[in-house]
């Protein structure tokens, strides 16, 4: 009979006892065909497809990504319905992830099952994870505190490192285009006799442009070097261990003004984590995951540093036990235990030394969840009790119901509750900081409807949520807000025909300070993206469009509201498989260099056209 296997933060069914990591590498082979329904793992932790999944999800295959005008993690993820993105600049700058008009703080962004969430700044920097290092992307809109804890407010999203499939395979990928643009990746991996490995680097860099308006008249580049790598291997027919490696780093560049008087920070994200799995009996495993992720920055005046570099790490021991209850219900038991520790030294700023900061606080949680079905009814009930050394006890849950009608038509209910705690920079950082702040609250109620069919797939969802004691800048400190409240909805259709693929999405999101009945900044009402891609011989060429309303933003000179225009770009790409193991692509973004403004004074990326000649073997 079919086992439970586990590895990380996600379970999959299979026949086998291998690790989690061969088995989802190998499950999208099984449904190559699904193509217009693929599979996701991380609303529930357990593999299912788009269709069987009670929840909004969106999920980028590697195909998707090379087929896609984005250079960048978080150019994929624009114009997902409900996903709206700011960026301060160009590429490597400071950007935030806003999922249903949740705060930038609110997206629990994972590689490979570890947060990068470190409780530093709290949001995951999506700007320093090199698209070239992602095998899958899988994005989850919702509450999903009650299997991940804090962080998961407005969502998840999953990026997936590539893993192979065969004895051996590599690939060698060289890029050059405007600004300046070089890059480089080169991957190897294999899998045999149950044990994988696979090595990814990676190097981008960019010229840039100008990063905010009016100061310092000059391109402000952007520097990247990474490593991806890993191993796991079936040890005994009851076990199997594991480990990987992810870090990336490198240089940005920015105007003085912006910061404190730098004008260049050196970064560093990592996370490394250790893994076992257990086959107890047929009906239950048991993971066992040490895991450790860390920020590092360190800023600079025209070259000279600024004192040593703001550590951030976050450690994390995890159990976690699966047991098949029943042929149609899975239970799942685990504890987790947290550390977070934020280091800042002594620097000097533009108005003069700023405090050293060394602060650290633990979390311990445990949480289960039961996940099944009855005939056509499927659901999903979860509970997590969270004990925060800094800001005490949290339960945090949800319930979710489907009902399949059939492929064409399946409705769905949710409700779910989330928490985030404050974090250290805004607790602590000197000038800008409250130490009084509260754990901001949330819960959100979802109505969808789902289907899919031999060439097209839809998805329609409406959401309400209420965020109680909402942390806002309104000067320049933070501060609680009583609540905001925000309602929306979402809605997309793809359809194949022939050698025709056409996508449309579109979001609405209504975020408000109920305070004041203000929009909350940096959140566009409305935001959309339409797809086309035709396919001959060997082929492919793709047009997109993405485009977003009005929004507005903080004037932090004069600490004014001020209102951004909407606009809309067009993106395009094209490549062509020149022979086995060769393929020429070419990428044009904002083609027609419109301005896309999404964080006030600062410049968007402008066009950049960039060309890639890719070998497999």
Same mark, same amino acid.
């Given at each position: 009979m079919p086992v439970h296997v586990q590895r990380g933060d996600i379970i999959v069914t299979t026949p086998t006892r291998l690790s989690l990591a061969i088995a989802i590498t190998l499950a999208?082979?099984?449904?190559?065909?699904?193509?217009?329904d693929p599979i996701v793992v991380t609303s529930a932790k357990t593999v299912e497809t788009v269709n069987q999944s009670n929840a909004s999800v969106t999920t980028f295959t590697r195909e998707d990504i090379e087929n896609s005008p984005a250079n960048t993690l978080d150019e994929l993820l624009i114009g997902i319905p409900g996903i709206s993105v700011a960026n301060s600049g160009g590429y490597g700058k400071q950007t935030s992830l806003f999922t249903r008009g949740t705060e930038s703080n609110h997206t629990l962004v994972m590689v490979d099952g570890v947060r990068i969430n470190t409780a530093q700044e709290g949001a995951g920097l999506i700007q320093h994870i090199p698209l070239s290092q992602v095998e899958r992307v899988e994005v989850v809109r919702g509450p999903r505190s009650s299997l991940y804890g804090s962080d998961a407010l407005g969502g998840v999203v999953q990026v997936f490192s590539r893993r192979p499939d065969v004895s051996f395979e590599g690939m060698t990928e060289l890029t050059a285009g405007t600004e300046d643009t070089y890059g480089i990746t080169q991957y190897l991996g294999g899998a045999q006799d149950g044990t994988r490995w696979d090595l990814t680097v990676?190097?981008?860099?960019?010229?840039?442009?100008?990063?905010?308006?009016?100061?310092?008249? +000059?391109?402000?580049?952007?520097?990247?070097?990474?490593?991806?790598?890993?191993?796991?291997?079936?040890?005994?027919?009851?076990?199997?261990? &594991?480990?990987?490696?992810?870090?990336?780093?490198?240089?940005?560049?920015?105007d003085q003004s912006s910061t404190m008087g730098a004008d260049k920070s050196?970064?560093?994200?990592?996370?490394?984590?250790?893994?076992?799995?257990?086959?107890?009996?047929?009906?239950?495993?048991?993971?066992?995951?040490?895991?450790?992720?860390?920020?590092?920055?360190?800023?600079?005046? +025209?070259?000279?540093p600024q004192g040593k570099s703001t550590i951030g790490t976050q450690t994390k021991a995890s159990a976690t036990l699966d047991y098949v209850v029943l042929?149609?219900?899975?239970?799942?038991? &685990?504890?987790?235990?947290?550390?977070?520790?934020?280091?800042q030294p002594t620097q000097q700023g533009a108005f003069g030394p700023t405090p050293a900061i060394d602060e650290e606080r633990f979390n311990n949680a445990v949480f289960g969840q039961l996940l099944g079905g009855w005939k056509a009814f499927s659901y999903q009930l979860g509970l997590r009790h969270d004990n925060n050394e800094q800001f005490g006890e949290h339960t945090t849950g949800n319930a979710v119901i489907g009902y399949e009608i059939t492929p064409a038509a399946k409705p769905y209910a949710s409700y779910g509750t989330a928490f985030v705690?404050?974090?250290?920079?805004?607790?602590?950082?000197?000038?800008?900081?409250?130490?009084?702040?509260?754990?901001?609250?949330?819960?959100?109620?979802?109505? &969808?409807?789902?289907g899919s069919g031999d060439h097209w797939r839809y998805s329609i969802a409406a959401f309400y949520s209420e965020i109680e004691d909402l942390i806002v800048f309104p000067g320049s400190q933070p501060e609680n807000v009583d609540s905001s409240y925000i309602r929306g909805g979402e809605a997309s259709v793809a359809y194949d025909w022939n050698q025709w693929w056409f996508e449309l999405a579109a979001g609405y999101?209504?975020?408000?300070?109920?305070?004041? +009945?203000?929009?909350?900044?940096?959140?566009?009402?409305?935001?959309?993206?339409?797809?086309?891609?035709?396919?001959?011989s060997d082929v492919s060429l793709r047009a997109d469009v993405r485009s977003q309303g009005h929004s507005h933003d903080t004037d932090f000179a004069a600490f004014q509201r001020v209102r951004m225009a909407g606009f809309a770009v067009t993106d395009l790409s094209a490549s062509w498989k020149v022979r086995d193991g060769v393929e020429l692509e070419a990428k044009a973004r904002n083609v027609f260099d419109q301005e896309a403004e999404t964080v006030f004074g600062y410049n968007d990326r402008g066009r950049l056209v960039t060309a890639t000649i890719r070998f497999r073997y």
């Open positions: 999208p082979l099984a449904v190559e065909a699904e193509e217009l990676s190097g981008l860099q960019t010229g840039g442009n100008d990063a905010q308006k009016g100061f310092e008249p +000059d391109d402000d580049g952007f520097d990247n070097a990474s490593i991806n790598g890993g191993f796991e291997s079936q040890v005994t027919d009851n076990a199997a261990v &594991g480990a990987r490696l992810y870090q990336s780093e490198g240089r940005y560049e920015f050196d970064f560093l994200q990592r996370t490394l984590q250790a893994y076992t799995d257990l086959q107890l009996s047929d009906r239950a495993s048991l993971n066992l995951t040490l895991s450790e992720a860390t920020e590092r920055r360190r800023d600079y005046v +025209d070259d000279q042929a149609n219900m899975d239970a799942k038991l &685990g504890f987790e235990r947290t550390d977070d520790d934020y280091d705690t404050p974090t250290f920079v805004d607790l602590y950082f000197p000038g800008f900081s409250n130490p009084n702040l509260d754990p901001e609250q949330g819960e959100t109620a979802e109505i &969808g409807l789902k999101t209504r975020a408000v300070n109920a305070d004041s +009945d203000e929009q909350l900044i940096r959140r566009p009402k409305w935001s959309g993206r339409a797809s086309a891609r035709y396919e001959i």
